[in-house]
Structures are given as structure tokens and as C-alpha cells.
């Protein structure tokens, strides 16, 4: 069993660029993919990478994700940032040892 | 377009049962595992398990083992989840969501189903 840990906030300026972690407690972050998902208020979360740095048609090429082995973590970064990318978002990966998909924390992104 | 409708809200009393439905449309719904995925207010995602409705095999978080029930009926596209005794501790907004396998990732989300539990 592992978990995934993600800070709790982060904000930035509109046009900046920000990045949010995502740190595997165990086993290496490249055994399974790692996916993001973005959640504005009262909607439905929705995926905006998956497979580690796969975007998804209709995603902005604004999001961006990576892995690093060293760290063991995996990034979601956003550039250009606009208000409306103001959202929670949630790393989400996969257990096989017993076959359990495992969300992070959440980040709540403010866009100020 | 590939959709997944679910069934409206509820609001129900600790004790009684009750079934929420995820209907799918717009791709073959025998072919994507089903995830039901719990929200409480104003807290993050919890995985509570999923179906394969090619042939209703499960598998359960252990947080949820033992307290929902989830099945589908692949003949009219749809999932449920039922819990036959409920507490307050169930009021959550439940999504499902359209899960494929290849890398455990959830591409299609449903509307979501509010269920609050009150004495």
C-alpha cells in the first residue's frame, strides 16, 4: 500500500506559472501511471492528464505532467495561468499489489 | 458523446437503505470497468471500488468493504451503488466515473448524486 501526498494550497498571479507535486510514500512513482484531475467548484472532477503526460483532446497545452524518480513524485504544471484554471486538483495513480486506485490530498490552486 | 447520467438526489433518514444509479451512453459499456468514487463536504476524493460489467466482477477499498454494495446490469447500461443501512456519516456527493484500464484513469465522470442522511 502506498500513498500520495500533495500540498494542501498553492496560489500564483495570473500569467505565472505554477507547479504541484505529488509524492509517492512508497514503491517507485514510475510502477504505475499517474494521472490529474481538475475539479472547480460544484462540478464534477475532470481529467486533465493522464498516463503521466498524456493530454487529453480539448486539454490546453498550458497543462503539462511529469514524473521524477528522484523525488519520487510527479508534477502537474500549469503555464499562462488564467482565473478560470482556479480549481482543485488531485493526483490519482493505481495499487496493483491489491488492485486499488489511490487519489492524493487535493491541492486547492488560487489564482490571484 | 459519451455520458454517464446519474440518478438525482436523495435525502434519506440513518437506517434506511437505498440504491444510486450511473447510466452510460455514447461507447459499449461492457467495455469499461465502472468506479464509484465518494466526496464528503468539502473534503477530497476517496476511491470506494469498482465493477467490471462484462461481468459484474468487483473489487472494494477496504474503507468500503463491507458497507456498499456495487453492481450493474450491462443489459441496460447501468451501475449502482447500495448501501442497505445508512448513517449519517454516508452524506457525500458520489461520483461514477468510466475507468480504463490500460492506466487505472478515470476519462469520463458522471454528474454526481448527493445523498444526505438525517435524523
Known amino acids: 500500500n502506498f500513498m500520495l501526498t500533495q500540498p494542501h494550497s498553492v496560489s500564483e498571479s495570473p500569467g505565472k506559472t505554477v507547479t504541484i507535486s505529488c509524492t509517492r510514500s512508497?514503491?517507485?512513482?514510475?510502477?504505475?501511471?499517474v494521472q490529474w484531475y481538475q475539479q472547480r467548484p460544484g462540478s464534477a472532477p475532470t481529467i486533465v492528464i493522464y498516463?503521466?503526460?498524456?493530454?487529453p483532446s480539448g486539454v490546453p497545452d498550458r497543462f503539462s505532467g511529469s514524473i521524477d524518480s528522484s523525488s519520487n513524485s510527479a508534477s502537474l504544471t500549469i503555464s499562462a495561468l488564467k482565473t478560470e484554471d482556479e480549481a482543485d486538483y488531485y493526483c490519482q495513480s493505481y495499487d496493483s499489489s491489491d488492485l486499488k486506485v489511490v487519489f492524493g490530498g487535493g491541492t486547492k490552486l488560487t489564482v490571484l | 458523446e459519451v455520458q454517464l447520467v446519474q440518478s438525482g438526489a436523495e435525502v434519506k433518514k440513518p437506517g434506511e437503505s437505498l440504491r444510486i444509479s450511473c447510466k452510460g451512453s455514447g461507447y459499449s459499456f461492457s467495455s469499461y470497468w465502472i468506479s464509484w468514487v465518494r466526496q464528503m463536504p468539502g473534503k477530497g476524493l476517496e476511491w470506494m471500488g469498482r465493477i467490471d460489467p462484462s461481468n459484474s466482477y468487483t473489487n472494494y477499498s477496504p474503507s468500503f468493504q463491507g458497507h456498499v454494495t456495487i453492481s450493474a446490469d450491462k443489459s441496460i447500461s447501468t451501475a449502482y451503488v447500495q448501501w442497505s443501512s445508512l448513517k449519517a456519516s454516508d452524506t457525500a456527493m458520489y461520483y461514477c466515473a468510466r475507468l480504463r484500464l490500460t492506466a487505472a484513469d478515470m476519462d469520463v465522470w458522471g454528474t454526481g448524486t448527493t445523498v444526505s442522511v438525517s435524523s
Open positions: 512508497s514503491d517507485s512513482i514510475a510502477s504505475n501511471y
Open positions: 498516463e503521466d503526460d498524456q493530454r
